[in-house]
Nanobody, 118 residues
Framework: QVQLVESGGGLVQPGGSLRLSCVATGSIFSMNAMGWYRQAPGKQRELVALITTSAVTNYADSVKGRFTISTISRDNAKNTVYLQMNSLKPEDTAVYYC?????????WGQGTQVTVSS
C-alpha cells in the first residue's frame, strides 16, 4: 500500500504562485511515476503533470511554461513530489490530486483545493 498526503493549496490572486507538495509513504519501492491531476466543478479529472522515476516529465498543454513538477526521494520509505505553479489563472481553480503509480496500480491522495481569484 502507498499513502499520499497533499498540502499547499489555498487562495491566490491571478498571476500569483503556489507550491503543492505530496508525500508518499509505505510500499514505495518499485514506484513508476508520481503526478498531479485536477478536477474543476462539473469537469472531468485531468492530468496536470507527471514525472517518472527516470525523471521524464509530461505536462498538460494548458500549464506548460507555468508549472514545474519535481520529486525528491530521500530513502526507500518516502518520496515527495512538488508542483510549483506560477502565473496562476482563474481557470486553474480546481481540486488538485496527487497520484502515484506502482506496479501498474494507482494510488490517490485526498485532494487539495486551489482557488485563483481576485
Amino acid at each position: 500500500q502507498v499513502q499520499l498526503v497533499e498540502s499547499g493549496g489555498g487562495l491566490v490572486q491571478p498571476g500569483g504562485s503556489l507550491r503543492l507538495s505530496c508525500v508518499a509513504t509505505g510500499s514505495i519501492f518499485s514506484m513508476n511515476a508520481m503526478g498531479w491531476y485536477r478536477q474543476a466543478p462539473g469537469k472531468q479529472r485531468e492530468l496536470v503533470a507527471l514525472i517518472t522515476t527516470s525523471a521524464v516529465t509530461n505536462y498538460a498543454d494548458s500549464v506548460k511554461g507555468r508549472f514545474t513538477i519535481s520529486t525528491i526521494s530521500r530513502d526507500n520509505a518516502k518520496n515527495t513530489v512538488y508542483l510549483q505553479m506560477n502565473s496562476l489563472k482563474p481557470e486553474d481553480t480546481a481540486v488538485y490530486y496527487c497520484k502515484a503509480v506502482r506496479s501498474l496500480t494507482s494510488y490517490w491522495g485526498q485532494g487539495t483545493q486551489v482557488t485563483v481569484s481576485s
